[in-house]
């Protein structure tokens, strides 16, 4: 299967900085890729899906300034946690779709990025 | 109704036991079913996938899909703690792609 790496896979910053999540898919080519949160023994929540080349779309109830997402190249997708708040710890998980036969989309994660903000 | 369920557990078996875990869903367009297995602090791995109805055998596991109930089934033999995770299945039409909230499993040794 496909392989997509996330840097960090864990991060602690202060109250009021920005942290920035990196996301990559190391053997193909991801015109799209999606951000997920996950809280302790809670489900993925998708937060936003993100366009190489355009502005991410982002769910109902994330807020595009705070969690600013850039696609740079059809590589790699950032997620930038701007100035965080404890609240905002959580586990990070990107995923990247990839197209196969007869219409089947198999969709690849990330190992997840935890963060702790204190 | 929300479009996947999913009994979130904790499921807890002895090792060896059978295990069956289940999804219902409300979409009759899913064309495509998987199952992804999460183990903790981790991200999802892909464990197998179904198009349509029907079975598919992987070593330990089984993946059964039965479109006239919406019900779809991940059936794992000879559990071993290793098999401990949560398991979120999902499904899919297309780029329309969506997840269970997942049932946690803890196989006993």
């Known amino acids: 299967g496909a392989v997509v790496s996330q840097h960090p896979s864990w991060v602690i910053c202060k109250s009021g900085t920005s942290v920035k999540i990196e996301c990559r898919s190391l053997?193909?080519?991801?015109?799209?890729m999606f951000w997920y949160r996950q809280f302790p023994k809670q489900s993925l929540m998708l937060m936003a899906t993100?366009?190489?080349?355009?502005?991410?779309?982002?769910e109902q109830g994330v807020e595009k300034d705070k969690f600013l997402i850039n696609h740079a190249s059809l590589t790699l997708s950032t997620l930038t946690v701007t100035s965080a708040h404890p609240e905002d710890s959580s586990f990070y998980i990107c995923?990247?779709?990839?197209?196969?036969?007869?219409?089947?989309?198999?969709?690849?994660f990330g190992p997840g990025t935890r963060l702790t903000v204190t | 109704q929300k479009e996947v369920e999913q009994d979130p557990g904790p499921l807890s078996v002895p090792e060896g036991a059978i295990v069956s875990l289940n999804c219902t869903y409300s979409?009759?367009?899913?064309?495509?079913f998987m199952w992804y297995r999460q183990y903790s602090r981790k991200g999802p791995e892909l464990l197998m996938y179904t198009y349509s109805s029907g079975n598919k055998e992987d070593g330990r596991f089984t993946a059964q899909v039965d479109k006239s109930s919406k019900y779809i089934s991940l059936f794992i033999r000879d559990s071993q703690p290793s098999d401990s995770a949560t398991y979120l299945c999902?499904?899919?039409?297309?780029?329309?792609?969506?997840f269970g909230p997942g049932t946690r499993l803890s196989v006993l040794p």
């Open positions: 053997d193909f080519q991801a015109t799209t």
């Open positions: 993100s366009n190489e080349g355009s502005k991410a779309t982002y």
């Open positions: 999902a499904m899919s039409k297309g780029q329309n792609f969506v």
């Open positions: 979409n009759s367009a899913f064309q495509y």
């Open positions: 995923s990247a779709r990839v197209p196969q036969r007869q219409g089947l989309v198999e969709q690849y």
